[in-house]
């Protein structure tokens, strides 16, 4: 019953923060994200991280995130997929590159420095999302490259740091072996991405008609929840950011039923 108590604290009180933040002209994140600051280790200790908490948080903002993915327009963001990969490889390239630099003043190896830069070259995506959506800039210019920008971001930081556990792993392996993890680990990502596209140009629509017949009201949106979180639970499975695959998830009729 802790947990619960604990949650209520959190769910009204980032209530609160949240509309004082909105009169204030702040998105409701702002707030929220410094009420964490005050309830937690950092400040009072009121709340600390624990399994269920993390549990819940992660299924928060996979949902956000499947949401976003549905009210974005994905023909705007493929007609600004240049300038949100441009801004997207400089906020991987400028984190890794200073940080890096930085990391061999204290006396870390080159891989190590490597490393350390790729950990701050991540972005939270879900705050993106979260901001772009309350003020409604999701179908703008603006917010497609934002939006377009941060999950590449992601990607790619995802990716690189998948790169590095990978070499950083097979230290002490032979060449072989570490090569072949190497391409294990890109293999699964690319997959994942095959498998994506797939099940909403072909599977999706299947498995919402089967749940439109089952006889119980609430059908649809079970299995709207299924693809949201099974996709989430599958990305985090082969590397991926569980977020970003709650993103790409993206089925219309799917959102409709999950919002309903």
């Known amino acids: 019953m802790h947990f619960i108590g604990t949650l209520t604290l959190l769910l009204i009180t980032t209530l609160l923060a949240g509309h004082l933040g909105q009169r204030a002209g702040l998105p409701a994140v702002v707030p929220q994200i410094l009420v964490g600051v005050l309830l937690g280790p950092a400040m009072l200790g009121w709340v600390h991280a624990s399994t269920n908490l993390t549990t819940f948080a992660d299924i928060g903002v ?23 990969l441009i801004v997207a490889c400089a906020g991987v390239i400028m984190p890794v590159a200073l940080i890096g630099l930085a990391s061999r003043f204290f006396g870390v190896s080159w891989t190590e420095a490597a490393f350390i830069g790729v950990i701050f070259s991540a972005t939270s995506v879900s705050i993106s999302v979260a901001v772009l959506k309350e003020f409604h800039y999701l179908d703008t210019r603006e917010g497609a490259t934002i939006l377009g920008a941060a999950v590449a971001d992601d990607i790619i930081g995802v990716i690189l740091l998948s790169v590095m556990i990978a070499i950083l792993g097979g230290e002490g392996m032979s060449t072989g072996g570490h090569q072949s993890n190497l391409v294990i680990v890109l293999a699964g990502q690319v997959a994942f991405f095959a498998f994506v596209y797939v ?26 929840m299924v693809i949201c979180l099974g996709t989430a639970w599958l990305a985090e499975e082969v590397g991926l950011s569980g977020a970003v695959g709650a993103f790409f998830c993206r089925d219309c009729r799917c959102a409709d039923r999950l919002q309903s």
Do not use: C, N, Q
Not at 63 to 78: A, H, R, T, V, Y
């Open 62 to 84: 996979v949902i956000l995130m499947f949401l976003g993915g549905m009210e974005s327009d994905i023909d705007l963001l493929k007609r600004y997929l240049r300038p949100a």
């Open 199 to 224: 099940l909403i140009r072909w599977v999706t629509p299947f498995l919402l008609h089967f749940s439109d017949r089952l006889m119980m009201t609430s059908s649809s949106t079970i299995m709207a």
